[in-house]
Each structure stands twice: as C-alpha cells, then as structure tokens.
Nanobody, 124 residues
Framework: QLVESGGGLVQAGGSLRLSCAASGFGFHDYAIGWFRQAPGKEREGVSCIKQSDGSTYYANSVEGRFTISSDNAKNTVYLQMNSLKPEDTAVYYC???????????????????WGQGTQVTVSS
C-alpha cells in the first residue's frame, strides 16, 4: 500500500513537500517513482529513486527544482518541490516498481503499486 500526503494550494514560487508512505511489501526492493496527471493530459513521470543504490532521476521539467529522497527507516519517500509553477498543477501519485524489473523510471505501466494521489495546485 502507498499513501501520499502533503499536497495543497500554493502560490507560484512556493514550495511543498510530498510524502509517500509504503507498507505491505518489501520497500527496499522497489524503486519509488512520482508521477503527475493534469486534467486532460497524460500521466507523466516526475522523479524516481532506486532504493538499492540511491540513484535518482528527474524529468527535464522539474530538474533543479524538485528533489526526491528516501527515509528507509520510515519506509517513506519524499518529493521536495521548490520554485513551483502553475504548470506543476496536477494530481501527484507515487508508485513502486520492483527494481530488478525496472526498465525505465518513467514508464507508468511498469509500476506494480500505486497510491491514491494528492492534489497540488499552484496559483499564479
């Protein structure tokens, strides 16, 4: 099970930190990804972290503004989002992909578990 939290309404230029709490599966064997979906748009990969070696991946659109991190003791992954823009507005989902089967950090169908999503709204 994955449970996201931390979404909300923020002004452009502001920050939010999303959390993804995992339970019920071998957290340390999975890569955790963040995806987002805006109304009328495809779901897109935002960031991913591999638990095995700490490798991180970012979409070009968020590189330098977002930071993904993991607290293995808490089975929780965070997405720190700074310098938010109105185009970052979306429902954000975290997902888990068994690492040996990870083909690409941003291919959504490869992920095994998904959270329910948390809304992020950035006003201009």
């Amino acid at each position: 099970q994955l449970v996201e939290s931390g979404g909300g309404l923020v002004q452009a230029g502001g920050s939010l930190r999303l959390s993804c709490a995992a339970s019920g599966f071998g957290f340390h064997d999975y890569a955790i990804g963040w995806f987002r979906q805006a109304p009328g748009k495809e779901r897109e990969g935002v960031s991913c972290i591999k638990q095995s070696d700490g490798s991180t991946y970012y979409a070009n659109s968020v590189e330098g503004r977002f930071t993904i991190s993991s607290d293995n003791a808490k089975n929780t992954v965070y997405l720190q989002m700074n310098s938010l823009k109105p185009e970052d507005t979306a429902v954000y989902y975290c997902a888990a992909n068994f690492e040996p089967y990870l083909k690409s950090p941003f291919i959504a169908p490869g992920y095994d578990y998904w959270g329910q999503g948390t809304q992020v709204t950035v006003s201009s």
